[in-house]
């Protein structure tokens, strides 16, 4: 199992990041609560599926596929977002995440010649690294919180389907 602080200063808050983030690019809003009880489960989710992973030998990375699927069930169940637009959402959230990667991790641990065995075997290094794959999402997240810049309004866009009708209070 990988060391619990990973978990608290990193595991635990990226599904948060990823959640409000990716939510936000599509024009939703959630309330911080059911964000707080997303990020708390997915994030204890990655921690119990990578410690999983190292016990029977899966091979590294393809936890993200299950991932999805548990970011899919907590969009809908804590969230209460339709089926689609919360496999939408996740898909969204993981792939800024994959990019980011791509973009940062990938060269900077080959220019600084950083195995994935070194990054996994220090914790504060896996931490760094990870906020590091964190920060374009962190940053676009505030683009979005404060110029209120989105991909597409799906708030807007459903009212506007035939036969849909808004919800009375």
Same mark, same amino acid.
């Given at each position: 199992?990988?060391?619990? =602080?990973?978990l ?13 983030c990716?939510?936000?690019?599509l ?10 009880v ?29 991932? @999805? ?6 969009? =809908?169940?804590?969230?209460? @977002? ?8 996740? %898909?969204?959230?993981?792939? %800024?995440v ?5 973009? %940062? ?19 504060? %290094?896996?931490?760094?690294?990870g ?6 999402v962190v ?14 309004d ?6 506007e ?9």
């Amino acid at each position: 199992m990988e060391d619990l =602080r990973v978990l608290f200063f990193l595991h635990m808050i990226e599904p948060g990041i990823m959640s409000y983030c990716s939510l936000s690019l599509l024009g939703l809003r959630i309330p911080f609560l059911p964000l707080a009880v997303i990020s708390a489960v997915g994030g204890l989710a990655v921690y119990l599926l990578r410690g999983l992973y190292a016990y029977t030998g899966i091979p590294f990375g393809s936890h993200t596929l299950l991932m @999805i699927l548990v970011m899919v069930l907590l969009y =809908r169940f804590v969230a209460k @977002i339709e089926w689609g637009i919360g496999t939408v959402a996740a %898909l969204l959230g993981f792939i %800024l995440v994959q990019l980011s990667e791509a973009c %940062l991790l990938v060269p900077v641990t080959g220019l600084f010649k950083i195995s994935i065995d070194r990054i996994l075997a220090n914790v504060w %290094l896996h931490i760094l690294l990870g906020w590091l794959v964190e920060l374009p999402v962190v940053i676009l997240a505030l683009v979005c919180a404060l110029t209120g810049f989105r991909l597409v309004d799906l708030n807007k866009e459903l009212k506007e389907l035939p036969g849909v009708e808004e919800e009375k209070e």
